[in-house]
């Protein structure tokens, strides 16, 4: 992708490429089975019976194809047994293990690079997030956009709950993001969107730590110039378990990616540049 090309899907290529008599083979009445509109990736670590009412609300409101990735570090996680009972009743949900390394963000990284289908919602085990709202964030992404927000910040979203501080400091970079780098949405640092598979697999992950991809991603859409979109969420905080969120030790990690979003315009292979030389900086230190 060059400067002022459009950004176009893959898999709207292949699709448009594909003779019709692919898509649908000769001598068959009944429609093939419906493709995968969305892959569900939710990183856990030590949820245990707590994923189960989190599986129940995904599968019952989400209305698209699609799979559910409940990505977890180790083997002996004690969230994997309760994926596979429920894996047994809906084939749509499968443990997954993340050889990629611990941590969120390397439990994201590795579901968004194993989806399946073309688009990618990350959402957590806590329910915190709506999940009425992944298709809905699942059919921005299939109109164009290439990362889609669920915004607890803008007019109908709130947030109910959670650490005041943490609070206040992402409703601030959410909104200095919005209106001084025009970043698309004003929840930035939310974990609840939807992405482009293909955009991702392009622009790459570099997030490691924690809970920062959202911004990554959203930071490198804006750098792009590609579309990013909206829709307001109620975030509720959760009601069991204990937050793994590290604010003090991920800080430095959001902050990078809060100053990437204020810059000039980059093509693919001028960000591809910058990573190579971000990385071989950190690799040094």
């Known amino acids: 992708m060059q400067p002022g090309e459009a950004y176009v899907p893959a898999a709207w290529v292949a699709q448009a490429a594909t003779p019709a008599a692919e898509q649908w083979p000769a001598g068959r009445h009944a429609a093939p089975e419906p493709a995968l509109a969305v892959s569900v990736v939710i990183p856990v670590h030590n949820e245990g019976e707590n994923i189960l009412p989190c599986l129940t609300r995904i599968l019952r409101e989400v209305h698209l194809p699609c799979e559910v990735l409940v990505v977890h570090d180790t083997p002996d996680d004690d969230t994997v047994p309760y994926v596979r009972m429920k894996a047994e009743t809906d084939p749509r949900v499968r ?11 390397q439990a994201i990284r590795y579901g968004i690079e194993h989806a399946a289908a073309p688009v990618a919602v990350v959402t957590m085990a806590d329910g915190s997030d709506d ?6 964030l699942a059919r921005l992404v299939e109109r164009g956009v290439v990362v889609a927000a669920a915004s607890r910040y803008m007019p109908g979203g709130q947030q109910v709950g959670g650490p005041a501080l943490k609070r206040h400091m992402s409703r601030l970079a959410g909104r200095t993001l919005k209106r001084f780098a025009r970043i698309g949405t004003r929840d930035a640092t939310n974990s609840f969107k939807a992405y482009s598979t293909d955009f991702v697999r392009q622009v790459g992950i570099d997030s490691r730590a924690g809970f920062e991809i959202g911004l990554e991603l959203t930071a490198k859409a804006r750098r792009l110039r590609l579309p990013v979109a909206e829709i307001p969420t109620i975030w509720l905080d959760r009601a069991f378990g204990v937050s793994t969120f590290k604010m003090r030790e991920w800080l430095p990690a959001y902050l990078r990616w809060y100053r990437f979003a204020y810059g000039r315009r980059l093509s693919l292979v001028k960000l591809t540049a910058k990573r190579a030389r971000l990385n071989r900086r950190k690799h040094q230190h």
Not at 131 to 136: E, R
């Open 131 to 136: 999940p009425c709202q992944i298709d809905d």
């Open 95 to 105: 443990a997954v293990l993340n050889t990629y390394g611990r941590g969120p963000a």
